[in-house]
């Protein structure tokens, strides 16, 4: 399973290598990002509040003229997952938590004059060793400042997510 994902990972940043191959890469300093937010995550009918901090790069081509592409890595932590009960309210923790590495190919388009749509496809490293995938939109204030909501899934933990990027 990891292997597969490992190659489809792989396949992903050729396809951006790919894309580029017309002239070379270099990294600008005003293509680097960092963010941090709130995750809200499920995890087999328990809920839990956590976190997530990450950084990226944005490359500076474009795929069909649009479609900006980014790789990320970022940290997650779903804290301790609670239960409640349906009967009488009660809540209860399970102890259960994941937490670990993340790397991610983003793909971002613009949906409008400052929304956009943005697609994920990376693996975790951490508790929850495995695919991740996501989708979801981002609002850019400004060159600097962009809010962004997704929904990600990865083996056991799904997230619905809210990151403030700062671009440098």
């Known amino acids: 399973m990891i292997r597969g994902v490992l190659f489809s990972l792989l396949m992903s940043?050729?396809?951006?290598?790919?894309?580029?191959e017309g002239g070379s890469i270099t990294?600008?300093?005003?293509?680097?990002?960092l963010g941090g937010g709130l995750g809200f995550?499920?995890?087999?009918?328990?809920r839990s509040s956590g976190y997530q901090i990450l950084g990226g790069y944005k490359f500076d081509f474009k795929i069909?003229?649009?479609?900006?592409?980014?790789?990320?890595l970022g940290y997650m932590d779903t804290r301790t997952f609670e239960v409640k009960n349906l009967n009488n309210g009660a809540t209860s923790s399970t102890n259960q938590k994941a937490s670990g590495?993340?790397?991610?190919?983003?793909?971002?388009f613009p949906i409008g004059n400052r929304v956009e749509g943005l697609a994920r496809f990376g693996i975790d490293f951490g508790d929850d060793d495995g695919l991740m995938i996501?989708?979801?939109?981002?609002?850019n204030f400004n060159r600097h400042w962009a809010l962004r909501s997704e929904y990600v899934i990865r083996e056991a933990?799904?997230?619905?997510?809210?990151?403030l990027l700062y671009g440098f």
């Open 134 to 139: 996501g989708a979801g939109m981002g609002y």
């Open 41 to 46: 995550n499920s995890h087999a009918g328990a």
């Open 64 to 72: 069909n003229g649009d479609i900006a592409t980014a790789l990320e």
């Open 101 to 108: 590495m993340w790397l991610n190919v983003v793909e971002t």
């Open 13 to 20: 940043i050729s396809t951006v290598a790919a894309a580029a």
């Open 157 to 163: 933990v799904n997230s619905f997510q809210f990151n």
């Open 27 to 33: 990294l600008q300093a005003s293509s680097f990002y």
